[in-house]
């Protein structure tokens, strides 16, 4: 099953490096995505640890916590790499030492194979933003290629949208009139 808009989002369930746990065991935890059934769950993907563009995304999610804390949506962020991985970059970059949301370990691949970002060859995956309502459906999906960061103000625009449950314009905005 891949993921697709409309449909119910791939279930899953993988090991995860959580920053806000402080050094503690609790650090490494199993996370599915039926823990967060009843919320919006905002889920995007990273190629790799250790690069350039990757924090600049990670950061900017990280900031912007409140904000989709504010909206009922939890966000969880996924790579190829492993926990270990996960905690050797947060414990050496000074920006993601302050990390408040789960990383999660895709080391099988199976997860971006199920949410269609896996780039093969590589063995990592594309910069994917998957928005999933609190039913679980898939109600937004985007892809960016490998070199090009994504715009979280977009991501939450999405969301306020898909909240609104009704038609929205091109270019519309929380706060703006909907469409009849």
């Not at 995304?57 to 962020?77: A, D, K, Q």
């Not at 594309?126 to 715009?151: K, S, Y």
């Not at 939450?156 to 009704?166: E, F, G, H, N, S």
Request: aromatic fraction near 12%.
């Amino acid at each position: 099953m891949t993921a697709r808009v409309g449909y119910l989002a791939p279930d899953f369930s993988v090991q995860a490096f959580d920053c806000s746990k402080n050094n503690t065991d609790q650090q490494f935890t199993q996370i599915s995505l039926g823990d967060y059934r009843g919320k919006w769950v905002c889920l995007y993907f990273y190629p790799l640890d250790f690069t350039f563009v990757c924090p600049t995304e990670i950061v900017r999610f990280n900031e912007s916590l409140s904000e989709f804390t504010s909206r009922n949506c939890v966000v969880l962020t996924a790579s190829t790499d492993s926990v270990f991985s996960h905690k050797a970059w947060c414990e050496s970059h000074p920006d993601l030492k302050k990390m408040q949301h789960p990383m999660l370990a895709d080391t099988s691949h199976a997860l971006s194979t199920a949410y269609g970002v896996l780039k093969d060859d590589a063995g990592i995956a594309f910069r994917g933003t998957f928005l999933i309502d609190p039913n679980g459906v898939v109600r937004w999906a985007c892809m960016n290629d490998l070199p090009v960061g994504r715009d979280v103000n977009e991501v939450l625009r999405v969301l306020d949208a898909l909240q609104t449950d009704k038609l929205t314009p091109c270019g519309w905005k929380k706060g703006d009139k909907t469409l009849n």
